[in-house]
């Protein structure tokens, strides 16, 4: 592979990472849209009708993200506070974990409300 080949392969791969890093964001505030309706402390999936990463907000504020994580012998559901990779601990609930996330933005101990999120909307097969 010459110079010019490694670079564009490189150009590619950072190319990717920013769309991959935009579709998230989008998701993201698609997620705290649907959570600004919601009083309290709701969770809903980052990716509609995919449970397995969930959006955290409190009054539509946003708290974090929560996702699931399988390791063969138990599910936990992992913490991580808004604008942070750091992870705040694992467990045992996705409302667990919420609340986990609302206590350390010092709102305290609350009841979860889930919101499911639009499902995602089968695309129409063109008439041949």
């Known amino acids: 592979m010459t110079y010019l080949d490694q670079e564009a392969v490189a150009a590619l791969r950072a190319a990717r990472l920013v769309v991959v890093n935009a579709k998230w964001r989008l998701r993201e505030e698609q997620a705290l849209e649907r ?3 919601v009083r309290g402390l709701a969770c809903t999936p980052l990716f509609p009708g995919h449970p397995v990463i969930q959006v955290v907000a409190y009054d539509g504020r946003f708290l974090g993200r929560v996702r ?3 390791d063969g012998h138990r599910a936990r559901w992992i913490a991580v ?3 942070t990779a750091r992870e705040l601990g694992a467990y045992r609930t996705l409302h667990g974990a919420a ?3 609302s206590r350390r933005s010092g709102h305290g101990r609350h009841r979860v ?5 639009e499902a995602p909307q089968p695309s129409p097969l063109p008439m041949s």
């Open 35 to 37: 959570l600004a309706r």
């Open 113 to 117: 409300t889930d919101h499911p999120g």
């Open 68 to 70: 699931r994580h399988d």
């Open 99 to 101: 609340r986990a996330l």
């Open 81 to 83: 506070p808004a604008h």
